[in-house]
């Protein structure tokens, strides 16, 4: 059973256009997300988080955004340059109730010179 | 602050054999975990400590997987009489562990079964 899922295996932008990668969660308990993005041969690096208590949070080129009530979170980056081709991973915890993280399966981002 | 730090990057074994991996956490970090990923999915959570205590265990998690901390520092994942489904790539991220927060992950340790 998915809780987090990304329905878009990969995603390909035009450099310096905004790229929108977008995550849907089925689990009401979760209260906090994150962004974490992949190189090859590397682990996961954090990007960026979001609290449940918040609808957006911005970070230099990166804004996630949070919608509740959908149960989707996305994240913007803009402009989109070549050293954000990466896989990015949106993950979910349920805070002080279980703060275990979950990931989704993860979008590859190309980003087209 | 050096990372997190795993051994071995690479591991191949035979199928039926037991394999050991190590995790270095950041120091200081209270919380340390362990996650698989296999190709095209995303980081599956395995089981997690805080200090020397495991928390929880995954129940997708066989009884041949077993995970310790002995002292609240380095942690070892073992698998006993691995079958060609363990390949994965097996990560290990630590936090400071003052409540929900971002994981800083090692580089993996790549497990093939032959």
Redesign the interface.
Known sequence: DQQVKQNSPSLSVQEGRISILNCDYTNSMFDYFLWYKKYPAEGPTFLISISSIKDKNEDGRFTVFLNKSAKHLSLHIVPSQPGDSAVYFCAASGGERDDKIIFGKGTRLHILP | DTG?SQDPRHKITKRGQNVTFRCDPISEHNRL?W?RQTL??????LT?FQNEAQ??KSRLLSDRFSAERPKGSFSTLEIQRTEQGDSAMY?C?SSPGT??E???????TQLSVL
């Open positions: 997190v975990y996650y095209g999915q995303g980081p599956e959570f997690y928390l929880e990560l991220a409540g929900v971002k994981l800083f992950f090692g580089s993996g």
